[in-house]
């Protein structure tokens, strides 16, 4: 895993190698759709750069994943090195109290 900040990689790349798709042609076709959001923004493009503590908004089969990019993977490798890379973030409840 890298750690620069300043480092990037292809969002097709990164889901692939976080373990969300399992190939980058699956991915391709995941962003081409416009579901994933960076920090909020529509991503279309699988070039598009995703970098440590960027916001990752991904609808999956079980529901809306929201995810904090902890570190860029370097390669496919099991499941524990991928969930390494990415903290879930909560999403906010219905019930916020009036």
Not at 63 to 88: D, N, T
């Amino acid at each position: 895993m890298t750690d620069s900040a300043e480092d990037g990689m292809r969002l097709d790349k990164w889901l692939v190698h976080a373990r969300f798709c399992k190939t980058r042609d699956i991915a391709a076709t995941l962003i081409r759709r416009s579901r994933i959001r960076i920090n909020g923004r529509v991503v279309e493009k699988n070039h598009n750069l995703v970098r440590v503590d960027d916001v990752l908004t991904l609808p999956l089969r079980a529901g809306v994943k929201v995810l904090r990019v902890l570190a860029l993977p370097v390669r496919r490798g099991p499941p524990a090195e991928a969930q390494a890379c990415y903290a879930e973030i909560a999403p906010p409840t219905a019930d916020s109290g009036d």
